[in-house]
Every structure is written in structure tokens, then in C-alpha cells.
């Protein structure tokens, strides 16, 4: 990597970084706000601000950078929902307690003369 490129880099990374640094809290309110749980939101803000870099060349310089990131993240929000929603929910009963249920459900079945 060349000097240039390592300073232009090191440019990106403090341009990013002077827009992130105010708009801070209010993005995490909003995460907080669409996940209703801390570790959630603080994962939904920390793949925003990845995402965000990723296509901070995109941005328009002189725009509106929170709400461009708030973008960003409610788009990540929906994706994520939607992948969650699609997966079959599982939980673990142990034996006993299945034993149980299957005993009172076969229970109820009536059986055959």
C-alpha cells in the first residue's frame, strides 16, 4: 500500500468519524427504540456504523449524515427481522417434561374399541 493510499484511508476514517462522533446517541436511541434490548442495540449500531463505511464513499457530503446512517440501520433492522422470522422457533423441554406433555396430550385422544 502506498503513502497516498494509507493517507487517503486515515482521511476516510477521521471524515467518518467527525460525522459519527454527534450523531451518536441519537442513533443508539433509535436502535434501543427498534430493539427494545441493549446488547441488540449495540450490535444493530455497530453493524450500521460497519455498514456505513463500507459505503461512506456514497455519502453526499453536506447531507443529512444521521439521517443517511438511520437509513442504514433501519434497513439492517428489517433484514435482520426477517431473516429471525423465517427460522422455526426451538426450545428445549428436557425429558420429563416432554414425557409429561406427550402423556397428557395422548390422554385427551380417544382410543379405539
Known amino acids: 500500500m502506498t503513502d497516498h493510499q494509507n493517507a487517503s484511508i486515515v482521511e476516510?476514517?477521521?471524515a467518518?468519524?467527525?460525522l459519527v462522533m454527534p450523531t451518536?446517541?441519537?442513533?443508539?436511541?433509535?436502535?434501543?427504540?427498534?430493539?427494545k434490548n441493549k446488547h441488540e442495540a449495540e450490535d444493530l449500531l455497530?453493524?450500521?456504523?460497519?455498514k456505513a463505511y463500507r459505503v461512506f464513499d456514497s455519502f453526499r457530503h453536506g447531507t443529512n449524515f444521521q439521517g443517511w446512517t438511520a437509513r442504514i440501520m433501519v434497513n439492517a433492522f428489517i433484514?435482520?427481522?426477517n431473516k429471525r422470522k423465517n427460522i422455526p422457533m426451538r426450545a428445549n423441554f428436557g425429558d420429563t417434561c416432554v414425557t409429561y406433555l406427550a402423556e397428557?396430550?395422548?390422554?385427551?385422544?380417544?382410543r379405539a374399541r
Open 16 to 18: 467518518f468519524e467527525a
Open 46 to 50: 455497530q453493524d450500521t456504523y460497519f
Open 104 to 110: 397428557r396430550i395422548f390422554s385427551r385422544i380417544p
Open 24 to 35: 451518536n446517541n441519537g442513533l443508539y436511541a433509535l436502535a434501543i427504540r427498534l430493539t
Open 12 to 14: 476516510k476514517q477521521k
Open 79 to 81: 433484514t435482520d427481522y
